[in-house]
């Protein structure tokens, strides 16, 4: 079966199953690792952050309704740091799954800034990184091995 460019299989209306010729010539598997690599260093990266209270100030971009939560502000922050490591953990042995909820918890990220006054722009950075973890789902239906 002769190996189709990324033009051709993109125009395909079926799965391409393994007509793609993967490995370090591939842009799009080379975007796979990119994307990858990235959404589970950074949830970890944040998380830890988050949940140790350092990089930055997380309770200054907490939306009222979750600082107002008997829970706490600081305590909200915490969970929402272990809940991205764990994100990122997820990405690691289950590329699909985990971009798709990479996408999810990003755009909780939106809502939450949207709900914040001043950090309007955060909420349009949340958004755009969601597109690449869900650019990361679609490049993990066709590249990503569950381990």
């Known amino acids: 079966m002769p190996v189709m460019s990324p033009v051709e299989v993109f125009r395909s209306p079926q799965k391409h199953e393994g007509r793609i010729a993967t490995g370090a010539g591939d842009p799009s598997y080379r975007a796979f690792e990119a994307l990858?690599?990235?959404?589970i260093a950074m949830p970890v990266i944040a998380g830890i952050g988050m949940a140790?209270?350092?990089?930055?100030?997380w309770q200054n971009y907490l939306a009222p309704a979750f600082g107002l939560s008997a829970a706490g502000g600081h305590t909200v922050i915490q969970m929402f740091g272990w809940i991205a490591m764990a994100i990122?953990?997820?990405v690691a042995v289950n590329p699909?799954?985990?971009?798709?909820?990479v996408t999810l918890?990003?755009?909780?990220?939106v809502a939450?800034?949207?709900l914040t006054s001043g950090h309007k722009g955060l909420a349009l950075c949340l958004l755009?990184?969601?597109?690449g973890s869900w650019a990361l789902s679609q490049l993990a239906g066709?590249?990503?091995k569950r381990f």
Not at 36 to 39: A, E, V
């Open 36 to 39: 990858y690599l990235t959404f």
């Open 52 to 57: 140790s209270g350092t990089l930055v100030n």
């Open 88 to 90: 990122g953990a997820l």
């Open 96 to 101: 699909l799954l985990g971009a798709q909820t």
């Open 105 to 109: 918890y990003l755009w909780l990220g």
């Open 112 to 114: 939450n800034f949207a």
């Open 128 to 131: 755009t990184m969601s597109m």
């Open 142 to 144: 066709e590249f990503g």
